[in-house]
């Protein structure tokens, strides 16, 4: 099982920090990643955390997002900053044997968090 938590409306220029809480299996899958959905749209992957350590970002969020992990808890965080209006829309943690943009790869899913950036 995996639950967000950190989404809120913030201001166009300010931050905010998701975490992921994984439980049972789901924390040693071989990626965990954090994507997004705005109305409307597709869900896009924004970042990628594979177990040997590396990340991955979209290029739309690369030097504003970091995703990690912290083993003693299981969490898996997204920190935001520069957030922008784009940034607005639904965050989900998701976990998978596979490895790459498509949601198709991961096989759990948590419920969502609600980013809402104001101009």
């Known amino acids: 099982e995996l639950v967000e938590s950190g989404g809120g409306s913030v201001q166009a220029g300010g931050s905010l920090s998701l975490s992921c809480v994984a439980s049972g299996t789901t924390y040693s899958s071989v990626c965990m990643g954090w994507f997004r959905q705005a109305p409307g749209k597709e869900r896009e992957g924004v970042a990628i955390l594979e177990s040997d350590g590396t990340t991955e970002y979209t290029d739309s969020v690369k030097g504003r997002f970091t995703i990690s992990a912290d083993n003693s808890k299981k969490t898996v965080d997204l920190q935001i900053l520069s957030v922008k209006p784009e940034d607005s829309g639904s965050y989900f943690c998701?976990?998978?044997?596979?490895?790459?943009?498509?949601?198709?790869?991961?096989?759990?899913w948590g419920q969502g968090t609600q980013v809402t950036v104001s101009s």
């Open positions: 998701a976990a998978g044997p596979g490895c790459s943009w498509s949601p198709n790869d991961y096989k759990y």
